[in-house]
């Protein structure tokens, strides 16, 4: 159902700063959530942020709330995660996903790796 492609990752010290995008195509919806997960070892995810396509609400995790912007280029079809002042945490494979609200289906990307260390 569609095809979501991650880029920006890359390893930073800890302070810095990653822009990541998320390109979206060929999604079935008009109304949905994409959001940026990130996997932890043993291949939990956990939920980072999330912004509604189109009307733009965003959501937070309290953990990156202040450091992380999510945001859509205007009326485009790429999704960024601006991550500053990263901590060692932060670390993580991020993945990219898209669900519609109210009716099944999503899909996700194969993700971009973010490693923070000194």
């Known amino acids: 159902q569609g095809r979501l492609v991650e880029s920006g990752g890359g390893s930073v010290p800890p302070g810095g700063s990653l822009r990541l995008s998320c390109v979206f195509s060929g999604l079935p919806w008009k109304t949905f959530f994409l959001s940026w997960f990130r996997q932890l070892p043993h291949n939990e995810r956990e939920l980072v942020s999330t912004?509604?396509?189109?009307?733009?609400?965003?959501n937070y995790a309290h953990n990156v709330k202040g450091r992380f912007t999510i945001s859509r280029d205007g009326a485009g079809n790429t999704v960024y995660l601006q991550m500053n002042s990263l901590k060692v945490e932060d670390t993580g494979l991020y993945l990219c996903?898209?669900?519609?609200?109210?009716?099944?289906?999503?899909?996700w990307g194969q993700g971009t790796q973010v490693t923070v260390s000194s």
């Open positions: 996903h898209a669900r519609p609200p109210l009716i099944e289906g999503e899909t």
């Open positions: 912004i509604k396509i189109p009307d733009g609400t965003t």
